[in-house]
């Protein structure tokens, strides 16, 4: 088969991805349709970007597709997609088609199949996703998306309007494009995100996080930031962001910070707005963030917190300093810590910090030095406790157990069972006698 099609080489692609797509292209060809690489594989291919994923158009209509092939999953074909599985590979194949009737400014209700690759790429949203290549290295490119892409520039495929109102998330995605790509945005595209924000209400709260948070892993997040507030769309969403200002440096420190450290990235944002660890907490539910992130970002905001509430003399007394360093240790947990120490470097570089260079070097210390972090680091359960002391369990036993981990923690006591039970007996004789 690979003889009747020569493919064109892919530079940016897994080779096994490229060849095997290839193949399903060739099969298709070889029973008389037409098909074609489409849209972000296309796009990035042509600058040069890691291309993830290769999505093949096709005039087959899907049930055609379906029989050609011994491997396909009927992913969407209701709306013209199948996936085609090939040799541990896998690719949405789609009909050409045309679309209608967006009633909740998101999905079509009508679908229509059509015999045009160019009219398949008119439905699509930006110039440059509604490009086509063939095996052979042609373009279809009916829409100038080369030209746009040279440019630097996003712009929609006819009117910015409809194609909003079509699909509101591709507002947010005309911003993530921007600040990812560090593209403009084209005049007539940017009026059309202003005219048409009002419809983003429609859009899950989990599609516009995921997209969100491409552009805070970007590597122009304040970018995005900034083109997010000028357009509105923060205070239109099912859950609007309730922005009311921001602190420049701290907003400034998102970019002293690896893209790979997104809890840090999305903490100095809600630091940076005014944002408290218990606002944050609702605010990252209703955007539907993992419970694992949820946690993370909320734990380095608390911290951050605590920390501001330390007695600024204490901090000057090293064992004080030190004890005090620990209780916030193992309220909040060693990540935060960490998190925070990384937050606290990125912040001096933009003068936010709010403890010096010097201090923070003696807290990292601490946290390096800490070999006890949590209950599960105790050489002694809660069951074992109430037989040494032959005792009932109850709301003490954790308050307890929380007490001599700090003990434990700061090398006060020994971490062994014998110790922690003599410290036990002690504080409960003390406690009973006050």
Same mark, same amino acid.
């Given at each position: 088969m690979a003889e009747m099609f020569n493919s064109v080489q892919w530079r940016n692609a897994d080779p096994n991805m490229a060849e095997r797509s290839a193949d399903v292209i060739r099969t298709l060809l070889?029973?008389?349709? &037409?098909?074609?690489w489409v849209g972000g594989c296309v796009r990035d291919e042509y600058m040069g970007r890691r291309v993830s994923d290769m999505d093949i158009t096709t005039s087959a209509l899907p049930e055609v597709t379906c029989s050609v092939f011994p491997k396909v999953v009927p992913t969407g074909i209701k709306h013209g997609t199948v996936t085609v599985l090939m040799e541990g590979q896998a690719f949405e194949v789609t009909t050409y088609?045309?679309?209608?009737?967006?009633?909740?400014?998101?999905?079509?209700? &009508?679908?229509?199949?059509?015999?045009?690759?160019?009219?398949?790429?008119?439905?699509?949203?930006?110039?440059?996703?509604? !490009? @086509?290549?063939?095996?052979?290295g042609s373009w279809v490119d009916?829409?100038?998306?080369?030209?746009?892409?040279?440019?630097q520039v996003i712009r929609c495929v006819g009117d910015a309007r %409809?194609?909003?109102?079509?699909?509101?998330l591709? !507002?947010?995605?005309? /911003?993530?494009?921007?600040?990812?790509?560090?593209?403009? /945005?084209?005049? +007539?595209t940017w009026k059309g995100i202003l005219s048409e924000r009002d419809t983003l209400s429609w859009i899950a709260m989990e599609r516009i996080r995921s997209e969100f948070e491409k552009i805070m892993t970007g590597p122009s997040p304040l970018r995005g930031l900034e083109m997010f507030l000028r357009s509105g769309l923060y205070s239109r969403m099912k859950a609007p962001f309730p922005y009311t200002g921001h602190d420049v440096p701290i907003m400034e420190a998102i970019h002293r910070t690896a893209p790979e450290h997104s809890s840090i990235? #999305?903490?100095?944002? %809600?630091?940076?707005?005014? /944002?408290? $660890?218990?606002?944050? &907490?609702?605010?990252?539910?209703? #955007?539907?963030?993992?419970?694992?992130?949820?946690?993370?970002i909320v734990k380095l905001l608390a911290l951050h917190e605590s920390? $501001?509430?330390?007695?600024?003399?204490? &901090?000057?007394?090293?064992?004080?300093?030190? %004890?005090? #360093? /620990?209780?916030?240790?193992?309220? +909040?947990?060693?990540? $935060?810590? +960490?998190?925070? %120490?990384?937050?606290?470097?990125?912040?001096?570089?933009?003068?936010? @910090?709010?403890?010096?260079? @010097?201090? !923070?070097?003696?807290?990292?210390? #601490?946290l390096q030095e800490l070999q006890i972090r949590n209950l599960k680091d105790l050489n002694i359960t809660g069951s074992e406790l109430l037989l040494a002391l032959d005792k009932r369990g109850g709301a003490w036993l954790g308050e307890l157990l929380g007490e001599l981990l700090e003990k434990a923690a700061a090398g006060l006591i020994n971490n062994d069972k014998e110790s922690l039970i003599n410290e036990a007996k002690r504080v409960v004789i003390n406690n009973e006698g006050s």
């Open positions: 070889q029973h008389g349709y &037409e098909a074609y088609r045309v679309e209608s009737g967006y009633e909740d400014h998101r999905h079509p209700t &009508e679908v229509a199949f059509v015999r045009d690759v160019k009219e398949d790429l008119t439905r699509r949203d930006f110039t440059m996703n509604a !490009m @086509a290549r063939g095996i052979d009916p829409f100038g998306g080369r030209e746009d892409i040279d440019k %409809l194609r909003f109102r079509e699909d509101a591709r !507002m947010v995605r005309c /911003i993530r494009f921007a600040s990812v790509f560090g593209f403009s /945005i084209a005049l +007539h990235r #999305w903490s100095l944002l %809600l630091l940076a707005c005014g /944002i408290s $660890a218990q606002e944050a &907490e609702r605010l990252l539910r209703s #955007w539907t963030f993992s419970n694992k992130q949820r946690e993370a920390y $501001a509430q330390v007695n600024e003399e204490k &901090e000057k007394e090293k064992q004080s300093g030190r %004890l005090t #360093w /620990i209780k916030l240790v193992l309220a +909040h947990g060693a990540e $935060a810590a +960490h998190s925070w %120490l990384q937050m606290q470097t990125a912040m001096e570089w933009t003068g936010a @910090a709010t403890v010096s260079p @010097a201090v !923070m070097e003696q807290l990292e210390g #601490w």
